[in-house]
């Protein structure tokens, strides 16, 4: 997915679309930029920009919450863009509420929305608050912040793909309830935050997640306990719903959240089972249905966790491991599906780090897929090397990346804490270097690396405050201590200059016997000040380009610390940036940077590369195979019911009537046989008994839907008929024998053998 240029980049936005590489032209870096163009900079220092991946629009990454508006609006809560989307009933995206940040009105990651009957949208936000904002994204009030007492919040943002945001909201005619999952707890407010009471203590929830009000009954999701619990609006207990944990007909593993219909019927996202589960109405709730199954093809599940239902009954599902919105009817048949995956080629999930090769192909690390994408001059997306999450990975957590000079990659796993090389012409991993620990050797929360031109990777070991050396080979070389909380490094490509980027806001040089002999920048936000820096690269001349996170700005220093330039802003549009985290200047003097918060890279064609652009030759970038999807052990089969609504008359009819009901969605099979009861004896004596007459029945396949209550009729054909009628001589006695199968998307089949007795 290549970017758009644009010589005025805070004037249009250029956002890559999902599209066929083979279809999207190369960025071209266009004249001309004015300084007002270039946000943060003056003179700008840049002639073209571009955006690749989108930021929002539609793109989903791990939706956690959704809610459906009194006018239809389907509103959903994005873990990781942490925005959220608003989209019409049959999916066409409308607008987006909400930036990334921690101020009132902006929004980390969001794991609960709830609708008001005035229109109004609640969000859940995992800094601990509350948002209120009208239809048209205005924020009209906030509440909450982190605690125990009420009114204060252990909602949590999450971690990685593997743990969602906590919080679940409901909104009455006059209340919103909020569950408050780190406190194990259920809390009530006005809408304004006021009035605030803890209705369900803690000690009889575990995590409790989804909530769903309706007139005086509060259901809570208790997600840790595997069930559903039934509250009066005060918070006195009425009822447990499911039957403990597992994966059987009503049971549940983890659920997330719980909706209701108009009539009262209860819809629960049964999270690690990857399906809905459907339960009657109150008092008792009893189980009806479930449908869903691991997967991604259309109709199946992965790690579902929020679903709203509309006003005709529709049920919106949060599928969010597949970055999608299911909608199905009670029934679970899908009607429709939309929203577009932030794993698609050339979208991001907080990318993190980049690196230039000699050739000029970028690899980027998308820190939260679990993968390195490839980007060519142009933008486009070449290759990717690892496995988007969720799913089996090399890469947990990939945070930076370096090449040496044959241009294999090493790909900094931070999650494992070691490191990867990756061969050039396969795009696999061939051996690992470091694991996790504080010896020798070992490395906690590493964040940057870098390889200089002998082969010696200096490894920023965050968690234990030293840079860490090895060989490309994997031998441990040593490490220089004493450092703080170092997330950036840069090396000369002689290796005699060492730059390291610290906690404490300063960038300290190092010769290459780790003794320290400069130090510059400091905290602050004029140029060559600082605010947490990451990671960091240097251009042909030796200038050191810094990726300036907590003043959302990239900088450029000479080799001593001369302050030369700054660009960049907080914002979301062409030049600017929410937490810039990776930086890199190629050999076509390309300088790109991974725009963290907003999950795109931006690259600008920089108006004075510090050496012509000219680029070398290396091996074509290797294809890995795709990778194997995970596979679950299968759901039980469908639960099938089969009654006889007549067995009199089957000859003179030829058809006998049978109701048929599964709890899932399920193709139905039907055959059998009709016979004489018993053989008539023999009319003369010493004659052989004649064998008994038995005929088919047509065999029958219907196609049934959740719960759906059909009746299937099986035919009698008339020579079948005619046949059974000369046998009997008028008697009446017939015996059917059926075997029904019901088969759904997985499982098992599940077989139902029935004998009736009957009569012609």
Not at 5 to 28: G, I
Not at 703 to 731: F, H, N, W
Request: aromatic fraction near 6%; glycine fraction near 14%.
């Amino acid at each position: 997915m290549p970017p758009r240029p644009s010589a005025r980049p805070s004037r249009r936005r250029l956002l890559a679309l999902l599209a066929a590489p083979a279809l999207l032209a190369p960025a071209v870096a266009a004249p001309g930029a004015r300084a007002a163009d270039c946000p943060g900079a003056s003179p700008c220092p840049y002639t073209a920009a571009a955006e690749i991946g989108q930021r929002s629009g539609g793109v989903l990454r791990f939706p956690q919450s959704i809610a459906v508006a009194p006018d239809g609006t389907v509103y959903v809560g994005d873990q990781h863009s942490r925005v959220v989307h608003a989209f019409a009933p049959d999916g066409t995206f409308k607008r987006e509420i909400g930036v990334p940040g921690t101020r009132p009105g902006e929004l980390t990651a969001v794991g609960a929305l709830a609708t008001a009957p005035d229109g109004t949208l609640f969000v859940g936000d995992g800094s601990n608050r509350i948002d209120r904002f009208a239809p048209d994204g205005r924020l009209l009030s906030s509440f909450g912040r982190s605690g125990t007492a009420v009114g204060q919040f252990r909602f949590g943002g999450g971690g990685g793909n593997d743990a969602g945001a906590g919080g679940g909201l409901a909104a009455s005619a006059t209340h919103l309830f909020v569950a408050d999952s780190g406190n194990d707890r259920v809390q009530r407010f006005t809408y304004d935050g006021g009035n605030g009471v803890e209705i369900v203590p803690p000690g009889q929830l575990a995590y409790p997640k989804g909530l769903a009000v309706r007139k005086t009954r509060l259901l809570v999701a208790d997600d840790q306990n595997h069930r559903v619990q039934a509250y009066d609006t005060g918070g006195r207990f009425l009822a447990t719903i499911g039957a403990g944990s597992g994966a059987g007909p009503g049971q549940l593993s983890f659920p997330y959240g719980v909706a209701l219909d108009t009539a009262g019927r209860l819809f629960v996202a049964d999270n690690l089972n990857h399906r809905i589960v459907r339960f009657g109405t109150a008092p008792d709730y009893r189980y009806v249905a479930r449908w869903g199954t691991f997967g991604t093809l259309p109709g199946r599940l992965a790690y579902v966790r929020a679903l709203a239902v509309d006003g005709t009954g529709n049920v919106y599902v949060a599928n969010t491991g597949n970055d999608r919105i299911d909608v199905f009817d009670r029934g679970g048949r899908l009607l429709r599906s939309f929203g577009r995956s932030g794993r698609a080629p050339g979208q991001f999930n907080q990318p993190s780090g980049v690196a230039a090769d000699a050739a000029g192909f970028r690899a980027v690390t998308d820190a939260i897929n679990g993968r390195v994408e490839f980007l060519d001059p142009t933008g486009r997306v070449v290759t990717s090397w690892g496995s988007p999450n969720p799913g089996p990975t090399v890469l947990p957590r990939p945070v930076a990346v370096a090449f040496d000079a044959a241009g294999d990659a090493y790909v900094l796993d931070q999650r494992r804490a070691r490191i990867l090389v990756f061969p050039r012409g396969t795009g696999q991993p061939s051996r690992s270097i470091a694991s996790q620990g504080s010896d020798p050797g070992r490395l906690l929360d590493p964040s940057a690396l870098a390889i200089d031109a002998q082969g010696t990777i200096t490894v920023a070991d965050t968690g234990n405050r030293r840079l860490a050396r090895f060989s490309t080979g994997g031998t441990y070389l040593g490490a220089i201590t004493g450092t703080g909380t170092v997330r950036g490094v840069a090396v000369t490509p002689a290796g005699d200059r060492i730059y390291a980027a610290n906690g404490a806001n300063a960038i300290t040089v190092y010769d290459a016997a780790g003794t320290e002999t400069a130090q510059f920048g400091g905290t602050g936000n004029k140029l060559g000040k600082l605010n947490a820096p990451a990671q960091m690269t240097l251009d042909g001349a030796g200038n050191l380009w810094v990726a300036d996170r907590g003043n959302n700005r990239v900088q450029q220093f000479g080799p001593d610390g001369e302050r030369l330039l700054t660009l960049g802003e907080r914002g979301t549009g062409t030049g600017q940036f929410i937490f810039p985290t990776g930086v890199s200047v190629d050999c076509n003097g390309l300088l790109t940077v991974t725009d963290n918060g907003n999950n795109r890279v931006q690259q600008f064609a920089l108006a004075a590369p510090a050496t012509p652009p000219g680029c070398g030759q290396l091996p074509a970038l290797g294809t890995p195979p795709t990778p194997k999807a995970p596979t679950l052990p299968p759901p039980p089969g469908p639960d099938l019911q089969v009654t006889a609504l007549r067995t009199s008359g089957i000859l003179r009819t030829r058809s006998l009537p049978l109701r048929l009901r599964c709890d899932t969605v399920c193709t139905v099979a039907i055959t059998g046989t009709v016979r004489e009861r018993t053989a008539p004896r023999p009319t003369k004596q010493g004659a052989k008994a004649r064998k008994v007459v038995s005929v088919p029945l047509t065999p029958l396949t219907l196609e049934l839907t959740a719960a759906q209550s059909r009746i299937g009729r099986v035919a009698l054909g008339a020579t079948q008929a005619a046949r059974l009628r000369r046998a009997l001589a008028g008697r009446r006695g017939l015996s059917v024998g059926l075997n029904v199968t019901a088969t759904s998307a997985s499982g098992e089949l599940t077989t139902v053998p029935q004998t009736l007795d009957a009569t012609g």
